[in-house]
């Protein structure tokens, strides 16, 4: 089970941290990805990060403004979200996926479970 906290409304501009918690698995066997769905458009990736977290993958249009990050032993992941802007309105999802290669990271039907989600909403 994932659940997502953190949401909430910001200005543009701002900043805000997203983060899941996992129960009942082995939390740092799975890459843990982000995604997020706007209203009237497809969910979208945003970025993943390894199971060991040396290695993380991002989506063009964050790239430079948000950092996913994890901790193992506290079986969280967490979305740090800097400079944002009105369409990063959205609801956020993590989700974990068995994955071996990184250049599957923003492939939706890989990851094997995922959380209720969380409203981020970007004031301009």
């Known amino acids: 089970q994932l659940v997502e906290t953190g949401g909430g409304l910001v200005e543009a501009g701002g900043s805000l941290t997203v983060s899941c918690v996992q129960s009942?698995?082995?939390?740092?066997?799975?890459?843990m990805g982000w995604f997020r769905q706007a209203p009237g458009k497809e969910r979208e990736f945003v970025g993943a990060?390894?199971?060991?977290?040396?290695?993380?993958n991002y989506a063009d249009t964050v790239k430079g403004r948000f950092t996913i990050s994890r901790d193992n032993a506290k079986n969280t992941v967490s979305l740090e979200m800097n400079s944002l802007e009105p369409d990063d309105t959205a609801v956020y999802y993590c989700?974990?996926?068995?994955?071996?290669?990184?250049?599957?990271?923003?492939?939706?039907?890989?990851?094997?479970?995922w959380g209720q989600g969380t409203q981020v909403t970007v004031s301009s």
């Open positions: 009942g698995r082995t939390f740092g066997n799975y890459v």
């Open positions: 990060i390894a199971w060991n977290g040396e290695r993380t």
């Open positions: 989700a974990g996926g068995w994955i071996l290669m990184p250049s599957n990271y923003a492939r939706q039907g890989l990851y094997n479970y």
